[in-house]
């Protein structure tokens, strides 16, 4: 089965660059999710999609910004990286709206170093 | 706002059992628990959408208690390979998804 497909798997990048991570959502999923996990620590939530709208907004830093385009897929735009933005940076998808009412299935993550 | 997950960290032997436990501030849509082992991404283990609902697969279970808003994972007969962190994740009126801290679960032979 089809599973979340996050591009590219690492990344690194200097200060001050810029990064765009994408996300394709498990097919007929419209629903996007994206969070950000330092090492030891929890997925924080950054931001959400459904049906190509912004549903919900966490923690992303206002450097960053993200989008969902018409075939569902999305890509999380970061710039002016700084040294705390290096993290493993997942995506997940669901089906049917972002309170969490179905299950949400995770991509393998990008691995973003910024140096 | 997060959910506010405990214990911190649990560790077991082999066939030993554990209780997990989630609570949030807030009225929930929904109670997910996913499994996240180092380095990989977390993987889905149940979902729970109403109050009072039960769930479970072979040794694993919750329980999702609306009116407390609060969950509960139970592992019983721990395996080798339940080791991992233990997440849960909330959906309320307001908020998407949103992740607990974790629970670093070790089992040992």
């Known amino acids: 089965a089809a599973g979340v497909i996050q591009s590219p798997r690492h990344l690194i990048k200097e200060k001050r660059e810029t990064a765009t991570l994408k996300c394709y959502p498990i097919p007929r999923h419209d629903t996007v999710y994206w969070y950000q996990q330092g090492p030891g620590q929890d997925p924080q939530f950054l931001i959400s999609?459904?049906?190509?709208?912004?549903?919900d907004k966490g923690s992303i830093p206002d450097r960053f910004s993200a989008q969902q385009f018409s075939d569902y897929h999305s890509e999380l735009n970061m710039s002016s990286l700084e040294l705390g933005d290096s993290a493993l940076y997942f995506c997940?998808?669901?089906?049917?709206?972002?309170?969490?009412?179905?299950?949400?299935?995770f991509g393998q993550g990008t691995r973003l170093t910024v140096v | 706002q997060q959910p506010v997950q405990s214990p911190q960290a649990v560790i077991l032997r082999e066939g030993e059992d554990a209780v997990i436990n989630c609570s949030s501030s807030k009225a929930l849509y929904s109670v997910h628990w996913y499994r996240q082992k180092h380095g990989e991404a977390p993987v889905f283990l149940m979902i729970?959408?109403?109050?009072?609902e039960q769930k479970g697969h072979d040794k694993i279970s919750a329980s999702f208690n609306e009116k407390k808003q609060q969950s509960s994972l139970y592992l019983t007969a721990s395996q080798l390979s339940y080791s991992g962190t233990y997440f849960c994740?909330?959906?309320?009126?307001?908020?998407?998804?949103?992740f607990g801290a974790g629970t670093r679960l070790t089992v040992k032979p």
């Open positions: 997940a998808s669901s089906l049917g709206g972002g309170a969490g009412n179905t299950e949400a299935f």
């Open positions: 999609f459904y049906e190509k709208m912004q549903s």
């Open positions: 729970l959408l109403k109050g009072g």
């Open positions: 994740g909330t959906g309320s009126p307001s908020d998407d998804m949103r």
